[in-house]
């Protein structure tokens, strides 16, 4: 039995607390070209500085489109922006577009194409497919797919968030209680998400990643102290008003889901389909996270009930070592 909490906590320890994790590590590049006449078209590429995209990564034209001109590039913020003017000779639909060096990169890379008289599409390259081909008029690639998937990867890889929805299971007793208030988190992020991207509201990025750490510090907390005070007469605050909890919460982290979004870049002509799907994205992830920690735990319980609460102690105790040394290392930074 020691020998599997032992395991319990360093996989978590590896898998979480290895390298350096901030609130959001979505991160991925950005490529838009737009259309402003039959032959003329700009490419705007974005990359953060500190990746290996923004030091030696390059767009792979389709066969059609050449350069011309002066290429600009310029900081903003911690990314590099390229722009560019392409000459391109008759539709570019059919043809291949892409990142050289993504495939030796650990991000994935957004594609919006806008042509004139045709459907916008945004297109997902990834390190395993770094080139893509543009989609004929027939089967243009959706926006709203695009950032659905985006945002249901974002919960699932997003540590912190992962770890908060997790903690959540752990507190609370009840798929359907848990479930609302996982919504009520969704609900709030969404609030200061939309905010934030439209310009409405702003916190700066380094102390509200560490608050994010720590708002998983205090549900850790918590589960430890509801498993002490296991039958005692009343609940305490978090167990019988957990929405008001993750409402509260979900504010902040919507600010770390607004600065990836603001890393990611947001198709001017679709930021409504695009926040709107993210999020649809985000909940789908959330749900999925849900599900299966209520899936290993059904499994203890029916196999192996004896093993039930040391593990959800030892899982609290890791996840709440974890998020501390984010809050320090974060406030540190």
Same mark, same amino acid.
């Given at each position: 039995?020691?020998?599997?909490?032992?395991?319990?906590?360093?996989?978590?320890?590896?898998?979480?607390?290895?390298?350096?994790?901030?609130?959001?590590?979505?991160?991925?590049?950005?490529?838009?070209?737009?259309?402003?006449?039959?032959?003329?078209? =700009?490419?705007?590429?974005?990359?953060? @500085?500190?990746?290996?995209?923004?030091?030696?990564?390059?767009?792979?034209?389709?066969?059609?489109?050449?350069?011309?001109?002066?290429?600009?590039?310029?900081?903003?913020?911690? !990314?590099? #922006?390229? !722009?560019? +003017?392409?000459?391109?000779?008759?539709?570019?639909?059919?043809?291949?577009?892409?990142?050289?060096?993504?495939?030796?990169? $650990?991000?994935?890379?957004?594609?919006?194409?806008?042509?004139?008289?045709?459907? $916008?599409?945004?297109?997902?390259?990834?390190?395993?497919?770094?080139? =893509? %081909?543009?989609?004929?008029?027939?089967?243009?690639? *959706?926006?709203?797919? =695009?950032?659905?998937?985006?945002?249901?990867?974002?919960?699932?890889?997003?540590?912190?968030?992962?770890?908060?929805?997790?903690?959540?299971? #752990?507190?609370?007793?009840?798929?359907?209680?848990?479930?609302?208030?996982?919504?009520?988190? =969704?609900?709030?992020?969404?609030? %200061?998400?939309?905010?934030? +991207?439209?310009?409405?509201?702003?916190?700066?990025?380094?102390?509200?990643?560490?608050?994010?750490?720590?708002?998983?510090?205090?549900?850790?907390?918590?589960?430890?102290?509801?498993?002490?005070?296991?039958?005692? &007469?009343?609940?305490?605050?978090?167990?019988?008003?957990?929405?008001? &909890?993750? /409402?509260?919460?979900?504010?902040?982290?919507?600010?770390?889901?607004?600065?990836?979004?603001?890393?990611?870049?947001?198709?001017?002509?679709?930021?409504?389909?695009?926040?709107? +799907?993210? *999020?649809?994205?985000?909940?789908?992830?959330?749900?999925?996270? &849900?599900?299966? @920690?209520?899936? &290993?735990?059904?499994?203890?319980?029916?196999?192996?009930?004896?093993?039930?609460?040391?593990?959800?102690?030892?899982?609290?105790?890791?996840?709440?070592?974890?998020?501390?040394?984010? /809050?320090?290392?974060?406030?540190?930074?």
């Amino acid at each position: 039995m020691k020998a599997c909490v032992l395991a319990i906590v360093c996989f978590i320890g590896l898998l979480f607390g290895g390298s350096e994790v901030h609130a959001d590590e979505l991160r991925p590049a950005y490529v838009e070209l737009n259309q402003i006449s039959p032959s003329e078209w =700009t490419l705007l590429w974005k990359a953060s @500085a500190q990746s290996r995209l923004g030091r030696s990564g390059d767009v792979i034209l389709p066969e059609s489109c050449r350069a011309v001109g002066e290429t600009k590039r310029h900081f903003v913020a911690s !990314n590099i #922006l390229t !722009n560019q +003017t392409l000459k391109c000779s008759g539709s570019i639909a059919g043809q291949s577009i892409g990142l050289k060096g993504l495939e030796l990169s $650990t991000t994935d890379a957004l594609v919006r194409i806008a042509p004139l008289d045709e459907e $916008t599409q945004t297109l997902r390259l990834t390190p395993d497919a770094p080139v =893509t %081909t543009i989609a004929q008029k027939d089967a243009i690639a *959706n926006v709203a797919w =695009t950032y659905t998937i985006i945002g249901i990867e974002h919960i699932v890889l997003g540590f912190d968030h992962l770890l908060f929805v997790l903690a959540l299971v #752990l507190l609370l007793k009840g798929g359907w209680l848990v479930a609302k208030t996982v919504t009520a988190f =969704t609900i709030a992020h969404s609030i %200061t998400l939309i905010g934030s +991207t439209l310009g409405y509201l702003s916190l700066p990025s380094q102390p509200v990643e560490a608050i994010i750490a720590l708002s998983i510090v205090f549900l850790a907390v918590e589960i430890v102290k509801a498993q002490r005070d296991d039958g005692r &007469v009343g609940a305490r605050l978090s167990e019988r008003f957990p929405w008001i &909890v993750a /409402f509260l919460f979900g504010l902040l982290h919507g600010f770390g889901f607004a600065g990836a979004l603001a890393e990611i870049g947001l198709p001017q002509d679709d930021v409504p389909m695009a926040l709107l +799907t993210f *999020n649809l994205g985000v909940e789908i992830g959330q749900l999925l996270i &849900v599900a299966m @920690a209520f899936a &290993v735990l059904a499994l203890l319980h029916r196999f192996q009930q004896s093993w039930l609460q040391p593990v959800k102690t030892t899982t609290s105790y890791a996840i709440g070592i974890i998020a501390t040394y984010w /809050f320090i290392e974060r406030m540190v930074a």
